[in-house]
């Protein structure tokens, strides 16, 4: 089997493969958390996700504030008018 090479380390020999863009890789530059590149492919892969995540979370967050604050609320003018009715 012939020696590949790393992509970025053409000095080095090529340990590993990216599972997206094929490219061999030597140790350095092979994230095993996601078996693809560092440089390309990990990195495009990590960032999108967080992103849409963390924006459908903020929603949530924000709806449930609005429900609280209208269940405080509500209970606040019903604790008052109940307090107004029992005098
Ligand atoms: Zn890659
Ligand atoms: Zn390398």
Redesign the pocket.
């Known amino acids: 089997m012939a020696a590949f090479r790393?992509?970025?380390?053409p000095e080095?020999e090529a340990v590993h493969q990216c599972a997206r863009c094929g490219k061999p890789?030597?140790e350095?530059?092979y994230n095993p958390d996601f078996g693809r590149c560092r440089d390309n492919c990990a990195d495009s892969l990590v960032k999108p996700e967080p992103k849409g995540r963390s924006a459908v979370f903020r929603v949530i967050v924000a709806i449930l504030a609005v429900i609280g604050a209208l269940v405080v609320l509500l209970v606040t003018i019903c604790g008052a008018y109940i307090f107004t009715l029992s005098n």
């Open positions: 790393c992509m970025n380390h080095r890789l030597c350095e530059c």
